[in-house]
């Protein structure tokens, strides 16, 4: 194994445009906190209108008189993909990416699925570009609190449509694209989403798409298995869910090396060990070595305050998962993510039953609040007032996505991926994952998307069509019990939910600058107390009052990095729509 | 990467969470009648307690031996993994609510596997009292006196397993 085939976690940064010396010392002071964080770049692009830095994962071409890039948390992409126009490499590799003519003028663009994170923080005749948020932050002159997003982030888990907790930094969604033009003028704009142009097809032969849509991920996922890098080791996630096990069994088949798989699982504190357990089997029955691995609880702190960190305290829904990401960054290989997977695949996030007599703005109403339910207990988390204020933000920045699709044929799965698995769920695999080894999200490409998408909800519905798929992967997998087809109560002591972690949260939330937004119950709980402790306990258990403690408490670690840098960080801000 | 929806239906979001609790109650009030009258400890691997316990590794084991024991108690086995037959009894034990509680008697054994798994961990040994704890945190890890009669090594499991959110003492 060389140190040219081992493949760094991705990262870029840089600016684009007419460059003055300021812009250039920016970018330089970008890269160095890159650095700080054990960011190695390969040679750096110092051109007259970009500066470029990347990791090994970006493919980079130059020309005479252009530079054209592309990258995504998986790396290996094809080259040859940076002949066509930039929206072709962003469909077919899922690819991040710019274009730049003499002079600065150009593109910095996203990906197809919006999965992959690039933040854009658009200046004078230039616009600054980053995988990470804080790199962007960090050299900014000048930040306000986005409130909006903050709204959004206690509602729905993420900030919407873009937005990130400032409001001069964005990240690009789908198919969007920073451009700086030749007169210098710079904008952000969007250019056609193919997904919204796959439409359920009938009557498909089910049979050949689910071949085609396995046959498509296999494709995907080959070249991180073919034992050129890693020494052919590579790390599929396995929980107890149909995704994780599909891509599982993917992997041993496409793998020239399967001795060298290692299944990855813990436990997402759900309060169960099901799926620890059924994972264990499932990995026994695919012949993949497994290893789980579970946080201390006298850690929870600690994991909680780097999951932030690593999201740039922007969604907190997998805050189990750096303990094992700490293991995967000495387990070299590409990791394998089944993002995408129950929204696309598995006909999740649906429409309720009694969808078809309702009114369009009531359906509209319902795939909202069907992903901002946590804001039913807000009440019992947040002030009154507070919560009242929340709920109407949050609902008026998810209006407009929801108005986009309101009558599209793929209506509550568009909104859904685009109100939840983008902003929320997507930082886990790309920025977290994505930070230990390159990461590979095979069910989010613009192929199996495609495929999906064009088969009809009834194909799909409640999970219809996995057995097909698991099948197709492996039939070893026939009829397998899931983690959720087997649990019946949840009795184990959830880590967030334990007396370590209530005092963490409960500490970190009171003293610090967001106390002013928690209800008077938990404003009045001490944790240093042994009946206190329990009110934190007990609202910490419950899904949804737990959901809105953590946006707490990322708001107050957001607020002790940079409160002192934003202009106007009075949390109680947020109130005021 | 996990992700699933919130239920969101009237049956989603109040009847079944009910009866969830309910269930949960029942089998909780069912079990401790039961051991009070007649305390019942399953165990997997050497639990070298003082304590009467049933191996629940003989082949005419059942799902319902799992189902009737207060608790399952387990020892680290030979194996650096779970072994199959116990990944099975403890699927069984997670399905029915039961307790499972792990003897630990090295720091390395909060390494294996089974610890990750497990409701509640116990030593005999009060110089590992501390690492325990620091693993499992403090409702959950528990201290059990190897000279004590089975009677006190039962009762104290029980107590130990018996509450989700204990008050603490103070």
Redesign the interface.
């Known amino acids: 194994m060389t140190g040219e085939q081992m493949l760094q976690p991705t990262a870029v940064c840089g600016v684009l445009g007419r460059m003055t010396e300021a812009h250039r010392r920016r970018a330089d002071s970008m890269a160095e906190l890159a650095e700080e964080e054990g960011i190695t770049w390969q040679p750096s692009y110092l051109l007259p209108g970009l500066t470029l830095r990347v990791t090994n994962t970006a493919v980079v071409q130059r020309a005479e008189r252009s530079v054209s890039a592309a990258w995504n948390a998986a790396g290996q992409i094809a080259p040859q993909l940076l002949d066509q126009p930039w929206t072709s490499t962003a469909r077919e590799a899922d690819a991040c990416g710019l274009r730049t003519n003499a002079r600065g003028s150009g593109t910095v663009h996203g990906s197809v699925s919006g999965c992959q994170v690039l933040y854009v923080h658009t200046a004078e005749s230039a616009v600054f570009f980053s995988t990470r948020l804080r790199w962007l932050a960090e050299t900014a002159e000048e930040l306000t609190p986005d409130w909006q997003a903050w709204s959004e982030i206690l509602a729905f888990g993420a900030p919407l449509a873009g937005r990130t907790t400032f409001t001069e930094i964005r990240r690009l969604m789908p198919m969007e694209y920073a451009e700086v033009t030749d007169s210098g003028a710079v904008r952000v704009s969007q250019q056609h989403w193919p997904w919204e142009d796959y439409t359920p097809q009938a009557p498909p032969n089910l049979a050949e798409v689910t071949q085609e849509t396995i046959a498509v991920m296999a494709d995907h996922m080959r070249p991180h298995l073919d034992g050129t890098r890693a020494g052919g080791a590579a790390n599929p ?1 396995l ?1 107890g ?1 149909r995704d ?1 096990r599909m891509l599982t069994a993917l992997a041993a088949r496409e793998s020239a090396h399967p001795q060298q798989l290692t299944a990855w699982s813990t ?2 504190d759900a309060g ?7 994972a ?2 499932v990995a ?1 029955t695919l012949s993949v070595e ?5 946080g ?3 850690a929870f702190g600690e994991d909680f305050a780097d999951y932030a960190e690593a999201v740039d305290f922007q969604a907190s ?2 805050f189990w998962l750096m303990p094992v990401v700490r293991a995967l960054r000495t387990s070299p290989g590409a990791i394998f ?3 995408g997977g ?2 696309l695949l598995g006909g ?2 649906a429409d ?2 009694d969808a078809r007599p309702r009114t369009r703005r009531d359906l509209q109403l ?1 795939r909202i ?2 992903r901002s ?2 804001l ?1 207990e807000a009440r019992k988390v947040l002030q009154d007032s507070v919560s009242v204020a929340v709920e109407e933000r949050a609902y008026s920045g998810a209006w407009p996505t929801a108005e986009r699709y309101a009558d599209h044929p793929n209506a509550h799965t568009l909104t ?1 991926y685009l109100l ?2 983008v902003p929320g ?1 997507s930082p ?2 790309a920025k977290v994952l994505g930070s230990a080894q390159p990461t590979v999200m095979p069910m989010v490409t613009d192929q199996v998307a495609q495929l999906a998408l064009k088969l009809p909800h009834q194909a799909k519905a409640d999970g219809a069509w996995y057995p097909r798929l698991l099948t197709a992967a492996d039939p070893a997998l026939r009829g397998m019990p899931t983690a ?1 087809d ?4 949840r ?3 959830r ?1 967030i ?4 972690g209530a005092r963490y949260l409960a500490n970190l939330i009171r003293s610090g600058p967001a106390a002013g937004l928690l209800s008077a119950e938990l404003a009045a709980a001490d944790p240093a107390t ?2 206190g ?2 009110v934190w ?2 609202l910490l ?1 419950s ?2 009052s737990q959901h809105l403690i953590r946006g707490l408490a990322l708001l107050t670690l957001w607020l002790e990095q940079y409160g002192t840098r934003v202009t106007a960080a009075d949390p109680l801000r947020i109130q005021h729509a | 990467m996990p992700d699933k929806p919130l239920d969101n239906t009237w049956v989603g979001t109040r009847v079944l969470p009910a009866a969830r609790r309910a269930k949960r109650a029942g089998r909780r009030i069912g079990r401790r009648a039961r051991s009070a009258v007649a305390p019942r400890i399953g165990a997997l691997g050497a639990a070298a307690l003082n304590a009467a316990t049933t191996d629940l590794t003989i082949p005419s084991s059942g799902a319902e031996q799992v189902r009737r024991c207060g608790v399952v108690v387990l020892g680290i086995p030979d194996y650096p993994r779970i072994p199959p037959l116990w990944r099975e009894k403890l699927i069984q034990a997670e399905r029915h609510s039961v307790p499972t509680v792990l003897m630990v008697r090295s720091p390395e054994d909060i390494e294996h596997p089974l610890a990750a798994v497990v409701t509640h961990l116990v030593t005999t040994d009060p110089q590992l009292l501390a690492a325990v704890r620091d693993f499992a945190g403090a409702e959950r890890t528990g201290m059990v006196d190897s000279l004590a009669s089975g009677r006190e090594q039962t009762s104290a499991l029980f107590a130990l397993t018996r509450v989700h959110t204990p008050v603490e003492k103070t």
Not at chain 1, 497 to 500: M, N
């Open positions: 996630m929980s869910g994780s436990s997402s169960s060990a099901l799926e620890e357990l059924v264990a089997e026994e497994h290893r789980i691995i579970t201390r609880y006298s829904f997998h993510d089944g993002i129950g929204v999740g996030f309720p039953a319902s609040q069907a339910r946590y039913t859904s939840r698995t769920i886990a695999p959720d087997l649990t019946g109560t009795h184990h002591k880590r939910a334990s007396r370590e042994a009946h402790v329990v306990q007990k258990n899904q949804r």
